[in-house]
């Protein structure tokens, strides 16, 4: 293998950067000639790319200055997009063309749920070789414990939040944080534990809009009588009912009980997917980075690099132990059963959260 291509799809994540240079880096130093398609799979199937390696006069393979530098920034150098015509077999036929016309034998592809759908979809059709590499802030996606910007985002909630408690403090009000996540409610979970939060509300635990606002209410109540002057609940923005709608429903049914009760409604949004990525996330996608390539050039095909540590069990380890590679097909299927609930980590998530509610709301 002398080319390969590597792209970042669907929503950027803190991690994607890092880990396209240190394919670029890593590739270099075996001699490849790494290149990055514009705009995720749209660029693939225009025959977008650009070279993240530089072939020098001396014929040597070095990493490209602004690659290289932007290892340490968020977002992703080479551009992400959820491209609709590569959900189609004729978009993924003109890309696999695009491909070969570049001579490029491999393709890594950097992105979420969706992402990887369209590289099993690719790999098995076109004959290419394709690893995946987990970059998603959601951490929604199976065969992995985390997956790139998941810990950036994690830090960008718990420093937003202790901003919001300090102003909550001074006026003694209620708080309810929306965080990013879409259908899968780890952030809010994690995020909650990390502040000490009175309560996450989680899709997973299949509340109606009803019950959410009398969970609210109850926590509210709860953590004034207890002389609280702070109240944090942080709502994942898989429960489909608008922040300020629940806000504004919960005043209502407690304007009986709590004279000039103020809930404030704050919805972090796309803030909790930008930033430089932390140690964590540049760390981990330079080792998936590195498992990801080393296993294009060992032959592997239409898996994902997870990052399980410390110790793996199952899949087929490499030398780096807490990469471990699975196929894409099994990957998939345990990302959808993360979703919809039926996943033994989802329901162990609903049922340390159930048990924490009780904690948190002290
Ligand atoms: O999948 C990552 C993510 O940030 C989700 O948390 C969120 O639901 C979605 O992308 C937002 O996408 P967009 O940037 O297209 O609004």
Redesign the pocket.
């Known amino acids: 293998m002398k080319r390969i291509v590597v792209l970042t799809s669907?929503?950027d994540?803190p991690g994607m950067n890092a880990a396209l240079r240190a394919i670029a880096k890593l590739g270099a130093a075996q001699g490849l000639q790494v290149f990055g398609s514009l705009e995720g799979y749209d660029g693939l199937i225009d025959g977008k790319f650009r070279e993240l390696t530089k072939v020098l006069s001396d014929g040597a393979v070095s990493v490209d200055i602004e690659v290289d530098a932007a290892g340490g920034q968020g977002g992703t150098l080479i551009g992400s997009a959820?491209s609709m015509r590569f959900r189609e077999k004729e978009g993924r036929a003109r890309a696999a063309d695009e491909v070969r016309k570049l001579g490029a034998e491999g393709l890594i592809v950097i992105g979420?749920?969706g992402s990887l759908t369209g590289a099993h979809a690719f790999a098995t059709e076109s004959g290419i070789k394709v690893m995946g590499i987990p970059g998603?802030?959601?951490n929604?996606i199976g065969c992995t414990s985390t997956s790139l910007g998941v810990d950036t985002a994690l830090n960008t909630i718990v420093e937003a939040c202790d901003r919001i408690s300090d102003t909550a403090r001074a006026h003694k009000r209620a708080f309810v944080v929306e965080v990013?996540?879409?259908d899968c409610g780890y952030?809010a979970m994690a995020s909650a534990v990390a502040m000490a939060a009175d309560a996450a509300l989680i899709r997973e635990s299949g509340k109606t809009e009803d019950q959410l606002v009398d969970d609210i209410r109850a926590v509210i109540r709860n953590g004034f009588a207890r002389g609280k002057r702070r109240i944090l609940i942080i709502k994942a923005?898989g429960i489909n009912v608008p922040c300020t709608r629940l806000v504004r429903m919960t005043e209502e049914r407690m304007k009986e009980e709590v004279a000039n009760l103020e809930i404030r409604a704050t919805v972090l949004g796309?803030v909790?997917?930008g930033g430089n990525p932390s140690y964590s996330d540049r760390a981990v996608a330079g080792r998936l980075g590195f498992g990801a390539l080393n296993s294009l050039l060992a032959g592997a095909t239409d898996e994902m690099v997870g990052w399980l540590p410390p110790l793996p069990q199952g899949g087929t380890p490499t030398s780096d132990s807490s990469v471990v590679r699975f196929p894409l097909e099994r990957v998939l299927e345990e990302t959808k059963s993360l979703i919809d609930g039926t996943s033994p980590v989802t329901k162990r998530r609903v049922a340390l959260m159930s048990a924490a509610s009780g904690v948190l709301s002290l």
């Open positions: 669907g929503g994540s959820r979420g749920n998603s802030i959601d929604d990013m996540g879409r952030l923005e796309h909790v997917r």
